[in-house]
């Protein structure tokens, strides 16, 4: 099984940009889809943005979209999230995902991810 390990939270007024890093490590031959989740205080985890390892599609959360970037380098197995025009509603903990599973479209669900990071606290300030 592959470890994550999340970094680049911290805190930042609304308008400005952050990037998020989460290195694999262990068997991540055996990655085909990685993701980012966020759980803000008393609300559910939920769905960010996600990458086949391949490159072959990303997606992204309606109320990110066009202001997050999903990336990767294969050669550092490290995935990417740079984060731009932030909101304080974007303020929550930030989850790296991984899973074998494979979808054309990417996988938005977070049942389909197996192997997850311990997270790193992002706060907007409004």
């Known amino acids: 099984q592959e470890q994550l390990v999340e970094s680049g939270g911290g805190l930042v007024q609304a308008g400005g940009s952050l990037r998020l890093s989460c290195a694999a490590s262990?068997?991540?031959?055996?990655?085909?889809?990685m993701g980012w989740f966020r759980q803000a205080p008393g609300k559910e985890r939920e769905f960010v943005a996600c990458?086949?390892?391949?490159?072959?599609?990303?997606s992204y959360a309606d109320s990110v979209s066009g202001r997050f970037t999903i990336s990767r380098d294969n050669a550092k197995s490290t995935l990417y999230l740079q984060m731009n025009s932030l909101k304080a509603e974007d303020t929550a903990i930030y989850y790296c995902a991984s899973t074998r599973l494979y979808a054309p479209t990417c996988l938005r669900a977070i049942g389909d991810y197996f192997s997850w990071g311990q997270g790193t606290q992002v706060t907007v300030s409004s």
């Open positions: 990458m086949n390892w391949n490159g072959a599609a990303t």
């Open positions: 262990g068997r991540t031959l055996s990655i085909n889809t």
